[in-house]
Nanobody, 120 residues
Framework: VQLQASGGGLVQAGGSLTLSCAAS????????IGWFRQAPGKELELIAA????????RYAASMKGRFTISRDNGKNTVYLQMNGLKPEDTAIYYC??????????????WGQGTEVTVSS
């Protein structure tokens, strides 16, 4: 399965964005999906992950409450709803697959990222 992230852009602090991770290929519903981000000069960090059927999610502690991950297997898409955005959320956002399907495995199959810029 191949992934493509989209939905990034420029937003003011306090605003919201919804990112999409669209998959092509077979058996999308077999995979867990994770959202990650990399800010300039910083390491890649996990934001959130969801299991194969969307019944289990997990979040980085700093993201919980502002970000929500969800998936629609009928549309082969995973979403990341981001609210209350802060300038420090500025980064390139990526999605990746987890072959265990749990959302807690090792992530691979990185898609092309989408850039989010939050202005103060």
């Amino acid at each position: 399965v191949q992934l493509q992230a989209s939905g990034g852009g420029l937003v003011q602090a306090g605003g919201s964005l919804t990112l999409s991770c669209a998959a092509s290929g077979r058996a999308f519903s077999d995979y867990g999906i994770g959202w990650f981000r990399q800010a300039p000069g910083k390491e890649l960090e996990l934001i959130a992950a969801v299991n194969r059927d969307g019944t289990s999610t997990r979040y980085a502690a700093s993201m919980k409450g502002r970000f929500t991950i969800s998936r629609d297997n009928g549309k082969n898409t995973v979403y990341l709803q981001m609210n209350g955005l802060k300038p420090e959320d500025t980064a390139i956002y990526y999605c990746a697959t987890d072959t265990t399907g749990t959302g807690r495995g090792t992530f691979a199959g990185w898609g092309q990222g989408t850039e989010v810029t939050v202005s103060s």
